[in-house]
C-alpha cells in the first residue's frame, strides 16, 4: 500500500554539531496508511511531539526527509490538521469565526465558509454555540471546537497531539467514543489519522497500529497492529494483554522488545552518570509502603490502575525506587527488595539514614557532590561545577532538572544544602548563618 | 435591522439604538469634515513660524483643536511605527538584537534633545508651508510617545503561545491573515495600555513641543501648550487657570471619549480560558455599538472590503509555499547596505567627537555637576513618592470599599499633566519663598508617582487573602506583616512602579529645571536645564554632551539597578498558584 506521508531516516537534535550536540530522535522510519488509526506512545520527553511537528512540516528534521506523496515537505504540509493538546483557539474569535479561520486562509468566500463551519459544528454537536467565544465554553466543548477546526479543510491526515490529555476523564472517554464513531461511519472524510499519547489504554481503544517510543534519543521500540474487534472492551482478556506488553515494553528500556522471553542483553558501559527520575522522595516512600503490603510485589498496571496515575506519573517513582536499590524491576512487576522493605517499616529517622545509605551507595550525582564539599576546605561550592559536568551528557534543560532532584534528595538525607541565591552548595552544619551565632555565643 | 438567517439558532437582541443617537454619531462625522478642512488650510498656509499667540480665552477652544490634532496624528504615526517597528524586530532574527538595543538607547534621549535636528530637517523639508514646522512639533511628540508602544508590541509577538502560532501555520494563515487574527489581537491589550502612558506623555511635555528658541529662531505654533507658556511668562493668573481648565477638560473628555471604550473593547482580546470576574465596561462604547448607522457602516463597507482584503491576501493551496534559499544578491546587498551605515555611524560619531572637543572645562564640570543633582532630585522625587503611595497604595488595594471611592479621583489626578499644574504650583512656590530646585522635584513627583500608586494598588490587589489570612490568624505585630506579607507581596508590582517612574523623572526634568516665568527664565542646576538653556541658546555641543550623559545615565542604571531587581522580582517574588 501507498502510505500518504512517510519519514525516511529522520532525525533531530539540538546545539551545535560536535560534542555539545544532543539528539532526541535516533534516526527512524516511519509511514502513515490510508484507512488507519496510529498511535504513538511513549514517555514524557520521548519526543512524541517533535515527531508530529516533523511528519506535519511545522519542524524541520535535522537529518532524513518526510514525504508527502512523493514530494519532500518543505514547508506545513498541504491537507492535513492538527488537534492541540492546549486546544490552540483564538480567545478572541468566536466559535464560527475559529472554525472558519484555515477555510478563509485558503480563500473561500464568506458565504460557504459559514455553510460549511455551521455544518462541521453540527457534526461534532455543538449547534447553537456559533457565536459564543471560547471561554464561555467548558474544556471539553473547546476541544470539540479544536476538532471541528480541524475537520472543516476535509484533511487527508488529521495529528492529534495529546488531544484528550487536558480534559477529565468523563469527558476524554465521551470524546473519544464520538471521535471513533465519526472515523468508523465514515462521516469525516479523513483517510487518516495519527494521535500521539502517553495514555496507553488510550492508544489500545483507537488504535489500528500502535508505535512505541523509547527515550534518549527516541527510537521505535516495537511496532504493531491491534487486531481487535471495535468497540474494544477494556476488560477483555486480550485487551488487558496488551495493555500489559505495552507496559512492559516501556517498563523495560535495557530489553529488546518482543512476547518471547528475552535473550541476555549485552552488557552495556555504565554512564558516569545515571539519569535520575524526577520523583518526590515522598511519592517514592508511598509506592514502597504501598507494596510492602502487597506482598512485596506487584503489576505495574494493577499499581496504577490502583493509584489511578497514568504511566508517566507512576514511571519515575518506580524508577527512582530501583535506582535507589529499593526496588527491583521484573516482567513489568516491580518487586521490594530487602533495603525498600526496611525502609517502608522504618520511622522518620531511621528512613533518613536509610536514604542516605542508599544515595550514597547508588546515586553517583550525590556521591560526588558530597565527595566534593568534604574534600574543600570551607565545604562548599559553586553548582555551576556540576552543571557544566552535567551538561555533558544531558541537554541544559535536563541538566537543570537532574541537578534540582539531585539537590530535593541531598537536603532530605542531610548530605548537603544549597543556597539558591549564592547558588552554591555546602554541608548542613556549614549553613551560613552557624558561624555567626557561635560567634555571638562566646 | 434583521437577524442574519445563519445565526437563527442563537437570539441576538433587537437593536434599540434611538434615532437621536444615530444624530450624534452624524454629527460627529460632519464635525470631523469640518475639522479636516480647518486643518488643511492651516498647514498648507504660508508659514508664520512664530504665531501670535492670543491670551484671550476665546482663542482657547481653536487652539485646544490645534494640539488634540497634533497629538492625535503624532500618536497615529507612533502607533504605525511600533507596529512596524516591532514587527520586524521580532521576526528578524539578525536585526533583532541592534533594533532592542536602539529602543533602550532612544527611550531614554529626552524629546528636547531631538529637537533641533527635527525642526530644522522639518522646516528645511517644506521651506513655504506651515506644514513643515507642523510636521517638526508632531514628530517631536512622535519621539516622546513611540518607544514603549514599540517595546510593547515587540514583547507580545515574542511571547504568543507556540501551539497558537503553530495552528496558525499548519492552517496556512497569510500573513495578513495572521496579523490581524493573531499578532495584532494578542498584542491589542498592551498597546491600548501603552497608548494611554504615551499620550499622557504626549500632554506632558506639549508645551515643550509648541514653544521654543532654537538659536536665534523662534518657533510658536498655535496650541494650548503655547497658550500655557505665554500665560505664564506673561504672569497672566486668569488666564493660566483657562487654560488649565481647557487642558482637564480635553483630557478628560479624550479619556472618556477613547480610552474607556478602549479598554472596554480590548478585553475580549483577554488571553484567558476561563472568563474573568469583571469586565470593564464603557456606556460610550455601549451607545456606538448600539447605533444603527454605525451598524450599518460596518456592514455596508467595513465587512466586505475586509472579506476583499482577506481573499485578495489568501494563500491559494495549488501555490505551495517552498522555503527559498536566501538569494545571493540580497545577501549582497544587505552587506553593501550594512557597510553604508556603519560608515555613516562611524563619520558622525567622528563628527560628533570633533563637536565635542570644543567643549569648554566649565561646560563639562557643569554637565557633570548638573548630573549629579538632577540624579539627587530623581532619587528625592522616586523616595517621596515611595513614602506615600506604598502605604496608601496598599490601603486602597486592601479595602474594596475604599477602592471604589479613591480610585476614579487618583485617575482623574493622573490624567491632568504635571505640566499644566506647573505655573500654579510655581507661584505658590515662589509666595512661599521656595525655589526652582524643590520645585522641580514636586513636578517630576507629579508627573511620576502616579505610576508607582497604580502598581502597588494592582500588588496588593493581588496578594491572596489566603496570606493575610495567615497573618491575622497567628497575630502578626504590623511590622511583620509589612515584612513578611505586604512588602514581598507587592514588590514585583513596586519595581515595575518605579522603573516607570523613574525613566519618567529623567525625561521630566528638561522642563522641570528650566521655566520661563514673567518675562524671565528661572532655572536650577541640573542636566536637564542645561539640556533647554542648549537648546535655546543653539549650544549644539553642549546639548550634544548633556544627552549623551542623560542616554548614558538612564541606561546604566537600568542595566545595573533595575533590571536585576526585576529578575529578583520575577523569580523568588513571585505569586504562584
Known sequence: ?442 | MTLRPLLSRTVIVERTGSWLLDLVVFAAVLAGIYGLQVMTRYWFGAMTPAAEISRSPRALPLYAFYSAVRIAVAYLLSLLFALGYGYIAAYNRRLEGLMVAVLDVLQSIPVLSFLPGVMLAMVALFPTRQLGVEFGAILLIFTGQVWNMAFSFYASLKSIPRELREAARIYGFGKWQRFVELELPYGAIGLVWNSMVSVAGGWFFLMACEMFVLGKRDFRLPGLGSYLQTAASAGDTSAIFWGLGTMVGVILLIDQLVWRPAIAWSDKFKFEQVESGSQPSSAVLNLLRRSNLLERFRMAVMAPLAERISLRTARHPEIAETPQPPAHWKMVAAMVAGALLGGAILYSLFQAGMTLKTLTRPELVSTLQGAGATWARVIASLLIAAAWTIPAGVAIGFSPKLARIAQPFAQLAASVPATALFPVLLLALIRMGGGLGVGSILLMLLGTQWYVLFNVIAGAMAIPTDLREVADVFHFSQWARWQTVILPGIFPYLVTGMVTASGGAWNASIVAEYFHFKGQTLQTIGLGAQISSATDSGNWDVLLLSTIVMAALVVGVNRSLWRPLYRLAQTRFKLEG
Not at chain 1, 50 to 59: E, K, N, P, Q, V
Not at chain 1, 207 to 220: E, F, H, K, Q, S
Open chain 1, 1 to 442: 500500500m501507498q502510505a500518504i506521508i512517510e519519514a525516511r531516516k529522520v532525525e533531530k537534535s539540538y546545539g551545535a554539531e560536535g560534542e555539545g550536540q544532543i539528539q532526541v530522535i535516533a534516526p527512524m522510519d516511519l509511514a502513515i496508511y490510508p484507512g488507519e488509526i496510529l498511535a504513538v506512545l511513549g514517555p514524557s520527553g520521548s519526543g512524541k511531539s517533535t515527531l508530529l511537528r516533523m511528519l506535519t512540516g511545522l519542524a524541520r528534521p535535522s537529518g532524513g526527509e518526510v514525504i508527502h506523496h512523493g514530494h519532500e515537505v518543505g514547508g506545513p504540509c498541504e491537507n492535513v490538521s492538527i488537534v492541540f493538546q492546549s486546544f490552540a483557539l483564538f480567545p478572541w474569535l468566536t466559535v464560527l469565526e475559529n472554525v472558519a479561520a484555515p477555510l478563509k486562509a485558503r480563500g473561500v468566500p464568506a458565504a460557504e465558509r459559514n455553510t460549511r463551519s455551521v455544518k462541521i459544528l453540527d457534526t461534532v454537536g455543538l449547534d447553537g454555540f456559533e457565536n459564543a467565544y471560547p471561554k464561555e465554553l467548558s474544556g471539553g466543548m473547546k476541544q470539540r471546537v479544536g476538532f471541528a477546526r480541524a475537520l472543516v479543510v476535509e484533511p487527508e491526515v488529521l495529528f492529534m497531539d495529546e488531544p484528550f490529555s487536558a480534559l477529565d476523564v468523563l469527558t476524554a472517554e465521551n470524546l473519544r467514543g464520538e471521535l471513533l464513531e465519526l472515523w468508523q461511519s465514515h462521516k469525516m472524510p479523513t483517510r487518516a489519522v495519527f494521535v500521539v499519547t502517553h495514555n496507553i489504554e488510550e492508544a489500545v481503544l483507537l488504535a489500528d497500529r500502535i508505535i512505541v517510543l523509547g527515550r534518549n534519543p527516541a527510537t521505535i521500540r516495537t511496532d504493531f497492529q491491534v487486531a481487535l474487534a471495535r468497540p474494544r472492551d477494556r476488560k477483555d482478556a486480550r485487551f488487558t494483554n496488551l495493555v500489559d506488553y505495552i507496559y512492559r515494553v516501556l517498563t523495560r528500556p535495557d530489553l529488546a522488545p518482543s512476547m518471547e522471553p528475552e535473550p541476555a542483553a549485552a552488557p552495556r558501559a555504565k554512564p558516569k552518570y545515571q539519569m535520575l527520575p524526577h520523583a518526590q522522595r515522598g511519592a517514592v516512600a508511598g509506592l514502597l509502603e504501598m507494596l510492602a503490603d502487597h506482598n512485596g510485589r506487584d503489576d505495574m498496571y494493577r499499581l496504577a490502575a490502583a493509584l489511578s496515575f497514568e504511566i508517566d506519573d507512576l514511571l519515575p517513582v518506580v524508577d527512582a525506587a530501583v535506582v535507589l536499590g529499593f526496588a527491583r524491576l521484573e516482567e513489568g512487576d516491580v518487586e521490594i527488595t530487602a533495603t525498600g522493605r526496611a525502609f517502608a517499616e522504618a520511622d522518620i529517622l531511621r528512613r533518613k539514614e536509610l536514604f542516605r545509605t542508599a544515595a550514597l551507595e547508588n546515586i553517583a550525582l550525590i556521591r560526588e557532590i558530597t565527595r566534593s564539599l568534604e574534600a574543600r576546605a570551607d565545604h562548599t561550592l559553586p553548582d555551576g561545577v556540576f552543571e557544566d559536568l552535567l551538561d555533558e551528557h544531558f541537554s541544559e534543560e535536563e541538566a537543570k532538572a537532574q541537578l534540582e532532584t539531585a539537590i530535593n534528595w541531598g537536603r532530605y538525607a542531610e548530605l548537603f544544602d544549597h543556597d539558591s541565591d549564592t547558588r552554591r552548595f555546602f554541608l548542613p552544619e556549614e549553613a551560613p548563618a552557624a558561624p555567626e551565632s557561635e560567634a555571638v555565643s562566646h
